[in-house]
């Protein structure tokens, strides 16, 4: 079971970027998919900015990112994207993409309710 993010990069303010997050060894269509930060010198927040179900597409969004960012997924490439829009400098954070068998864990989009993690990709958002 594995994820790797992609598409992290630099970017200026009011930019956009899109990350990836492609799975493999479990069946993604019936997973639940989260997307988390991590912002320099702090912890991972607990709840996430974004997550998905795959099942029915119910999605959650924190209010942080409501609006601005949009969560989707591609099941035959086994792919999840984060589409982030209107950047702002406070979005600069290290981004994990996490699956969970459980669907609850799209629901309630908390950290500790996936157990599967990617290793990260860096956003930087200048001003």
């Known amino acids: 079971v594995q994820l790797v993010e992609s598409g992290g990069g630099l970017v200026q303010a009011g930019g956009s970027l899109t990350l990836s997050c492609v799975a493999s060894?479990?069946?993604?269509?019936?997973?639940?998919i989260g997307w988390f930060r991590q912002a320099p010198g702090k912890g991972r927040e607990n709840e996430g900015i974004?997550?998905?179900?795959?099942?029915?597409?119910?999605?959650h969004y924190s209010d942080s990112v409501k609006g601005r960012f949009t969560i989707s997924s591609d099941n035959a490439k086994n792919t999840a994207y984060l589409q982030m829009n209107s950047l702002k400098p406070e979005d600069t954070a290290t981004y994990y993409c996490a699956a969970d068998h459980a669907i609850v864990a799209g629901r309630i989009c908390r950290a500790q309710a996936f157990d599967t993690w990617g290793q990260g990709t860096q956003v930087t958002v200048s001003q």
């Open positions: 060894g479990f069946p993604f269509d019936t997973y639940a």
């Open positions: 974004a997550c998905f179900v795959s099942s029915d597409g119910g999605t």
